[in-house]
């Protein structure tokens, strides 16, 4: 990680002051009183705030009240940077109340404060952990060593004491064991057992045994539904063959109707014919119907 650029808003003596940095080693100097130690604790409180560490109600570091700005209500900074080949720029503001902080990929304006970590029970951002891949306590103690501040104190300690113990069982000095089973038995005899029916546990058992009954009854429903869709799918299909026979069969009984039908006409055009030769006779042998049979007689 290189530091780049500050940019201090409003932060102690400074109103907004730019200090630009180049690549190797930047030697700031200084007569007593310059803010020498105002910007290696602006850099400090742009990577880490000024709450105390480790702690989880709100309590401010003396730095917070220390470096308010002299000459400005806007107490606030930007430090930008380079990390990975990509430029950055963290913003912090440091009000309380107001207290901010967003980190940006310069280039871009992409935000990605979402992937800053608090720290352990820090209600701030913490970007040096990001950057760095350290603590507020392993900072102060090992990158970022104050005037007359060489001395390691009990908190570092304690982290180092901690991360080895981590380490030495896990293998990850960012995973306590300890914290690990000790939260794992909370959580256990809050959950409680099977047979203790009034626990939690025991209350989704009872509710799983139920939703397990009730499936086995879902699943017979289903098994007969379904032997009925399939039931209904067959007979839907003797239908469907009996209506094309029944319209077959129509067909065929309309066409012996026609033929039927013109057979009664044939015969009643012979029976036309043989009258209208009748009647030919008939008008021959009119003359002789005034004769009488008896005297034929």
Known sequence: MIIKELNLIGFGKFKNKVIKLDNGINLIYGKNEDGKSTLHSFIDGMFYGFLRPNVKSTLFTEEYNKYKPWNSSRYAGIIKLEYNNNDYRIERNFTKNKEETKVLIENTGQDITYKIDNGSNSRVLQPGIHFLGLNSIEYSNTVSIKQLGSRINNNLANEVRDKLVNISTSFDEDISIKNALDELDILIKEIGTERASTSFYGKLCDELNNLIDQKELIDNDKFEYEELLDENMRLKNRIELAQKKLLEDQNLLAIVLNYEKKEKYN???????????????????????????????
């Open 267 to 297: 015969e009643a055009l012979k029976i036309n014919s043989s009258i209208g030769e009748l009647q030919k006779i008939i008008g021959k042998l009119e003359k002789y119907k005034g004769l009488s049979y008896d005297n034929y007689k």
